[in-house]
């Protein structure tokens, strides 16, 4: 069956970074656009950033352009998100999701907490 298992969250000073890391198992990986997905307490889950199915196209919301970074291996069957200087507001927990036609996927999210 279809699996998208995130880790890497947790618990990081504003400033800080995290790697935050989606394994894919049960679907074609490399046929598929991936994306992390981030929902805060009483908000709207918004989109993080996104990557084509080979890598070779990245897209930013405004709010992580400049201090994240998307990225993927498709031997590895995993995306990354990597974070950097972190901010308060950037506390939420962070899904992955696949998407391929109309085949969407969702994984059960990790929770990064910024604070000091």
């Known amino acids: 069956q279809v699996q998208l298992v995130e880790s890497g969250g947790g618990l990081v000073q504003p400033g800080g970074s995290l790697r935050l890391s989606c394994a894919a198992s049960?679907?074609?990986?490399?046929?598929?656009?991936m994306s992390w997905y981030r929902q805060a307490p009483g908000k709207e889950r918004d989109l993080v950033a996104s990557?084509?199915?080979?890598?070779?196209?990245?897209n930013y919301a405004d709010s992580s352009r400049g201090r994240f970074t998307i990225s993927r291996d498709n031997a590895k069957n995993t995306v990354y998100l990597q974070m950097n200087s972190l901010k308060p507001e950037d506390t939420a927990v962070y899904y992955c999701?696949?998407?391929?036609?109309?085949?969407?996927?969702w994984g059960q999210g990790t929770q990064v907490t910024v604070s000091s």
């Open positions: 990557i084509s199915s080979t890598g070779g196209s990245t």
């Open positions: 999701h696949a998407r391929r036609a109309i085949n969407r996927y």
């Open positions: 049960g679907f074609t990986f490399s046929m598929y656009a």
